[in-house]
T-cell receptor
């Protein structure tokens, strides 16, 4: 069975500092990996995804994640965070279709809190 | 972009009553919608897949008679928690895919059963 582990439930960081949100998964087959972000009082939004090809994927707002098959990880990073990045971040894995419509298994989430 | 809206965002009810939560795709049609449940500090757990015009597909361990799902139109799916009890208190989230496959999530509905 697949599972997703987000080791850090909360990550406090000062503005303009780098941040890494960790995500590890377990699966016996190929997977597709996603990071979703949930801002206060809003629904989950897709931040970035790995389907195939380059193991480094980037989002439009400066986040990036690298798929590491040997370490079964998909950590999310940003070199310099902003106050507006404060949100809950969920890592998810899908064994099925790459478009994300198949069943997603979510991690427990990491709350990123950026302080001025 | 595509929008999925849930209503109500927060509901409090007495034990034994039933509560209906709506999930609407506002600017696109969705033949499939997904219902998730999230307990505090836990993952989102898929409860069921709602299919327009047919029966919902429930995940193992989810009581069909407890969580009634109706997907009567291409833009609306409803989740009814029947005879709610305090242990049903949770955050319920729906999602709907575009034809491209990208998933859009609602804002979630927080249910508190007293």
């Amino acid at each position: 069975a697949q599972s997703v582990t987000q080791l850090d439930s909360q990550v406090p960081v000062f503005e303009e500092a780098p941040v890494e949100l960790r995500c590890n998964y377990s699966s016996s087959v190929s997977v597709y990996l996603f990071w979703y972000v949930q801002y206060p009082n809003q629904g989950l939004q897709l931040l970035l995804k790995y389907l195939s090809g380059s193991t480094l994927v980037e989002s439009i707002n400066g986040f990036e994640a690298e798929f590491n098959k040997s370490q079964t990880s998909f950590h999310l990073r940003k070199p310099s965070v902003h106050i507006s990045d404060t949100a809950e971040y969920f890592c998810a894995v899908s064994q099925g279709g790459p478009r994300g419509t198949d069943k997603l298994i979510f991690g427990t989430g990491t709350r990123l809190q950026v302080f001025p | 972009g595509a929008v999925v809206s849930q209503h109500p965002s927060w509901v409090i009810c007495k034990s034994g009553t039933s509560v209906k939560i709506e999930c609407r795709s506002l600017d696109f049609q969705a033949t499939t919608m997904f219902w998730y449940r999230q307990f505090p500090k836990q993952s989102l757990m898929l409860m069921a897949t709602s299919n327009e015009g047919s029966k919902a597909t429930y995940e193992q361990g989810v009581e069909k008679d407890k969580f009634l799902i109706n997907h009567a139109s291409l833009t609306l799916s409803t989740l009814t928690v029947t005879s709610a009890h305090p242990e049903d208190s949770s955050f319920y989230i729906c999602s709907a895919p575009l034809a491209t496959g990208e998933l859009f999530f609602g804002e979630g509905s927080r249910l508190t059963v007293l």
